[in-house]
């Protein structure tokens, strides 16, 4: 590269900067659109929700719920992709972003490349819930249970790719176990079959398989975190069995790839100061701690791209070992 044609470019990067930083101080101008690729009322909808009226008074504008469904998170997340890099249109999205590029043969967009990072806001365990009639009591049971009976012993899922699809999939994997996968379209469906005895375990969301404990409908056996829950402190995690075993979704935001660097930085601090607001809050805490969330205290947009690339190479391993296909 000529001195000339290194100039110009440092002279264009300065611009671009200088174009950016000049965007940042009149964002965010209007109201900012949030993708959420679930349906209304779901548990990533739900979070997005309260998480979006406190990041509302942090950025002094309105966002905006966009529920944007189909195909499995593919249809909100290209879309995103696809929106202008201003600021104003965001993805909030969960570990299917990190399994959809295994378990589907195209996507409209590229996992990393499309999307820039601005903060991982929650994790969310899963619990191991199953049949009433099993005749397992403990988490060391259920493991000899299964052992014994290699392909023999059926497990639901909320759909293929789905976090309990993929937290069931990690336990064989490293549990050496070969229980069968039955995909439902949903986690209610799903539990509502194992309580009536056509499947012998699930791994569920913390709040919708807790309320089935507590009911008495199903037994708890398991949690999904690497260390015990609070909510449930005398059940123990799956690794204490298992080591290195952990599985669990989680809720991030992105923005489209290009967005300038000023206006991440000036999402990511609102939506730090937000999830303080929240965790400071005793009335969100408590919607989250309900919900079965862990927040994360400094959602930083390095820490997400890091944590991204581990999550895709943790469970594209996982998708490999059990040939998932959502073709």
């Given at each position: 590269?000529?001195?000339?044609?290194?100039?110009?470019q440092t002279l264009l990067t300065a611009l671009l900067l200088a174009a950016g930083a000049a965007a940042a101080q009149d964002y965010p101008a209007r109201p900012i659109k949030l993708v959420i690729p679930y349906a209304a009322g779901g548990p990533t909808d739900t979070f997005g929700r309260a998480m979006a009226d406190v990041w509302s008074q942090k950025l002094g504008t309105?966002?905006?719920?966009?529920?944007?469904?189909?195909?499995?998170?593919?249809?909100?997340?290209?879309?995103?992709?696809?929106a202008a890099p201003d600021g104003?249109?965001?993805?909030?999205?969960?570990v299917a972003h990190a399994v959809n590029p295994y378990i589907h043969d195209k996507l409209g967009y590229r996992t990393e490349e499309d999307f820039a990072p601005v903060g991982l806001l929650a994790r969310a365990p899963l619990v191991l819930v199953v049949d009433k009639r099993l005749p397992v009591q403990s988490l060391p049971d259920f493991l000899a249970y299964l052992r014994a009976r290699p392909g023999q012993?059926?497990?639901a899922s909320a759909g293929v790719g789905s976090a309990p699809h993929l937290g069931a999939e990690l336990?064989?994997?490293?549990?050496?176990?070969?229980?069968q996968h039955v995909p439902y379209r949903g986690s209610a469906p799903a539990i509502q079959d194992l309580i009536g005895g056509h499947l012998a375990f699930m791994l569920d969301s913390a709040p919708t398989g807790l309320a089935q404990v507590k009911a008495g409908t199903v037994r708890l056996l398991a949690t999904t975190m690497a260390q015990r829950l609070?909510?449930?402190?005398?059940?123990?995690?799956?690794?204490?069995?298992?080591?290195?075993?952990?599985?669990?979704?989680w809720n991030a935001v992105f923005a489209p790839a290009g967005t300038p660097p000023a206006l991440i930085a000036r999402l990511q601090s609102s939506l730090q100061s937000?999830?303080?607001?929240?965790?400071?809050?005793?009335?969100?805490?408590?919607?989250?701690?309900?919900?079965?969330?862990?927040?994360?205290?400094?959602?930083r947009p390095q820490a997400l791209?890091?944590?991204?690339?581990?999550?895709?190479?943790?469970?594209?391993?996982v998708a490999r070992a059990a040939h998932m296909s959502a073709n």
């Open positions: 590269m000529d001195f000339k044609t290194a100039r110009r309105p966002v905006v719920i966009e529920n944007r469904t189909g195909a499995g998170t593919l249809v909100g997340t290209e879309a995103v992709a696809k104003y249109t965001l993805l909030l999205t969960t012993v059926s497990y336990l064989n994997l490293m549990a050496g176990t070969r229980a609070p909510q449930t402190p005398d059940t123990p995690a799956i690794a204490e069995q298992v080591p290195g075993y952990e599985a669990y979704t937000s999830l303080q607001a929240t965790v400071d809050d005793a009335g969100l805490q408590k919607k989250a701690y309900d919900m079965g969330l862990v927040l994360e205290k400094q959602p791209a890091a944590f991204l690339k581990q999550e895709l190479d943790k469970w594209g391993k």
